[in-house]
Nanobody
């Protein structure tokens, strides 16, 4: 059974930093793209950042220059370093791991940025 365990969310003041982690356990198979999504209150889920197995990254315009996605393939773990956080970054953040078999989702971790 595959599980994705997220950690690192919390409450931070504007301008602060947080680092999210998402570790996959179990027989997950061959991992392709790993990504982070978020859903803010009253809004649709949006892609925040993604990284391919080759290391190519993609970011939402709203986080470019502030967030950095990275991965550790040996640990099946994806990270999201979030700097210069803004109140509009407040959301539940979900990791997404795409394998050759199917996609997997984390349970979500709350990030709250106070002004």
């Amino acid at each position: 059974q595959v599980q994705l365990v997220e950690s690192g969310g919390g409450l931070v003041q504007a301008g602060g930093s947080l680092r999210l982690s998402c570790a996959a356990s179990g027989s997950i198979g061959s991992v392709d793209t790993m990504a982070w999504y978020r859903r803010a209150p009253g809004k649709q889920r949006e892609l925040v950042a993604a990284i391919t197995d080759g290391g190519r990254t993609n970011y939402a315009d709203s986080v470019k220059g502030r967030f950095t996605i990275s991965r550790d393939n040996a640990k099946n773990t994806v990270y999201l370093q979030m700097n210069s956080l803004k109140p509009e970054d407040t959301a539940v953040y979900y990791c997404n791991i795409i394998t050759t078999l199917r996609p997997y989702w984390g349970q979500g971790t709350q990030v709250t940025v106070s002004s």
